[in-house]
């Protein structure tokens, strides 16, 4: 096989790589450097995750959102004052402030259901809940009405995910969700999480949580994290628990092998 057919081959295999995910495999080269188009497109990556890190969610137009559904919603703060120090001090993004735990109380129950609260946090990328979040709350509602007693949803700033135990706990929630942004990597910049926690309280461990990740539009839809969270809460009523306790169901179908042309 000549040199130049071995190169065609290469580059066709190359292609196919890619074609299957948005990792930086088989860059294109020049001479032993990156191509410009491929420096270009790193450094444009890397901007957006920064970008992201830093953002501020968009609360008027969360809250205005889900106001506009019908729906309850407060916001919160963690004891972490402004980004810099949310980013410095990841214990004080785990704590509510003073006043955003004493605007937080509970009423008594008034279905007799199980108490779910949704919360919608900002994390590492407040662009993937002002993308996502609302969305995967349209799809999850009508798959859990009739099940849970939803109280207030909460929007935190400031956040991480342990914050959501102290949230759940003043709301005497049974079982919290929370939709957070992601930390951002060079591929995907707008990444939400849901953290789903069963009796949330001060104290829990990630252990003890289930987490589904990559919501967004090149990963998993909204309507199929929904799906997926409302299978998690089935199953956590039925065992009493989450995170170890409760696994995946999907961690058991069969791995399907994808053939390159």
């Known amino acids: 096989m000549s ?4 190169q065609d081959s290469s580059a066709a295999v190359d292609r196919s790589l890619r074609a299957f995910t948005p990792a930086r495999i088989a860059l294109a080269r020049a001479g032993s450097s990156l ?3 491929e420096t270009l497109a790193f450094a444009l ?3 957006q995750a920064r970008d992201a890190v830093h953002a501020s969610l968009s609360l008027p137009t969360l809250l205005g959102e889900l106001h506009a559904r019908g729906l309850a919603a407060i916001a919160v703060r963690s004891a972490a004052q402004d980004r810099r120090t949310y980013l410095k001090r990841p214990d004080l993004g785990r704590r509510l402030s003073e006043a955003s735990a004493a605007a937080l109380h509970s009423s008594a129950a008034a279905t007799g259901l199980p108490r779910l609260t949704i919360i919608l946090a900002d994390g590492l990328s407040a662009l993937a809940t002002d993308r996502h979040a609302v969305a995967v709350v349209d799809a999850l ?7 849970w007693e939803i109280t207030e949803i909460v929007v935190a700033e400031q956040a991480r ?3 959501g135990d102290e949230i759940g706990a ?3 929630a049974k079982m919290t969700v929370m939709l957070i942004g992601e930390r951002p990597g060079l591929s995907a910049a707008d990444s939400l999480g849901a953290y789903i926690t ?13 987490c589904i990740s990559n919501i967004r539009s090149e990963g998993l839809s909204p309507t199929a994290a929904a799906e997926r969270i409302a299978l998690f809460l089935r199953e956590a009523v039925r065992l009493q628990a989450t995170g170890t306790a409760l696994k995946d169901p999907n961690d058991a179908q069969p791995i399907v092998r994808m ?3």
């Open 3 to 6: 040199e130049i057919m071995k």
């Open 35 to 37: 191509a410009t188009r």
């Open 45 to 47: 990556d890397h901007a």
């Open 141 to 147: 509602l009508p798959l859990v009405r009739g099940t």
């Open 161 to 163: 995910v342990a914050l």
């Open 170 to 172: 003043a709301l005497r």
């Open 198 to 210: 069963w009796e949330p309280r001060p104290g829990r461990t990630n252990a003890e949580r289930n």
């Open 259 to 261: 053939e390159l042309p």
